[in-house]
């Protein structure tokens, strides 16, 4: 099993509530929706360093119903 260790991490409470509702609606903790969140995000960098620059949701294979920009981007 990998190390684990422990942060601290300071959210709006807008964010926070998010948090809590999606965990309440998966039955999972705070903890592990942030995890899920940030497989994502690590997902998305792996991909881009291969080239692939774009993220999004389809409702088929053909095409983006919706395609998510800046995911990364600092600003």
């Known amino acids: 099993m990998a190390e ?3 942060i601290n991490l300071e959210l709006n409470k ?3 509530d998010y948090i809590s509702d999606l ?3 998966e039955g999972v903790t705070r903890t592990e929706i ?3 969140g940030l497989s994502v995000i690590k997902a998305f960098d792996k991909q881009r360093a291969e080239g692939n620059n774009h993220i999004g949701f389809a ?3 053909d095409a983006f119903d919706t395609e998510m920009v800046g ?3 600092s600003n």
Request: proline share 0%.
């Open 23 to 25: 965990g309440a609606r």
């Open 4 to 6: 684990k260790v422990r």
């Open 14 to 16: 807008e964010l926070s």
């Open 34 to 36: 942030i995890r899920r």
């Open 71 to 73: 995911v990364l981007d």
């Open 59 to 61: 409702s088929s294979s």
